[in-house]
């Protein structure tokens, strides 16, 4: 009986190897598809394509997100911003705890 408790056995190990994958083969033909598309341009029959710059990050974002957009639009007519809400909600709160606390404390 006491064989079992001194019986630690390490755990067998995870060797995974991948059987259909093989890492060099697809390197070579990524070189050679690259390679060929190459020599196709320079043989004229793939025109070059043109280089496109990249769109500005933030705007790209903020008209892609609706609710950063409709904030925006908000801004830009001359509304009330999202920060001057907040700053009245905080001030009404202070005011209720000054009331509170000097009307139920003393």
Not at 33 to 51: F, H, S, T, Y
Not at 67 to 85: M, T, Y
């Given at each position: 009986?006491?064989f079992f408790f001194y019986n630690n056995?390490?755990?067998?190990?995870?060797?995974?190897?991948?059987?259909?994958?093989?890492?060099?083969?697809?390197?070579?033909?990524?070189?050679?598809?690259k390679r060929v598309l190459e020599i196709?341009?320079?043989?004229?029959?793939?025109?070059?394509?043109?280089?496109?710059?990249?769109?500005?990050?933030?705007?790209?974002?903020?008209?892609?997100?609706?609710?950063?957009?409709?904030?925006?639009?908000?801004?830009?007519?001359?509304?009330?911003?999202?920060?001057?809400?907040?700053?009245?909600?905080?001030?009404?709160?202070?005011l209720l705890f000054a009331i509170f606390?000097?009307?139920?404390?003393?």
């Amino acid at each position: 009986m006491a064989f079992f408790f001194y019986n630690n056995r390490k755990p067998r190990k995870f060797g995974y190897t991948p059987i259909l994958y093989n890492e060099e083969e697809e390197a070579r033909k990524k070189k050679l598809e690259k390679r060929v598309l190459e020599i196709k341009k320079e043989m004229g029959v793939i025109p070059d394509e043109p280089k496109q710059e990249p769109k500005a990050f933030k705007s790209e974002f903020v008209s892609q997100t609706r609710h950063i957009r409709k904030r925006k639009e908000k801004e830009s007519a001359g509304k009330a911003s999202f920060l001057s809400n907040n700053l009245v909600l905080i001030l009404i709160v202070a005011l209720l705890f000054a009331i509170f606390y000097f009307w139920i404390m003393r």
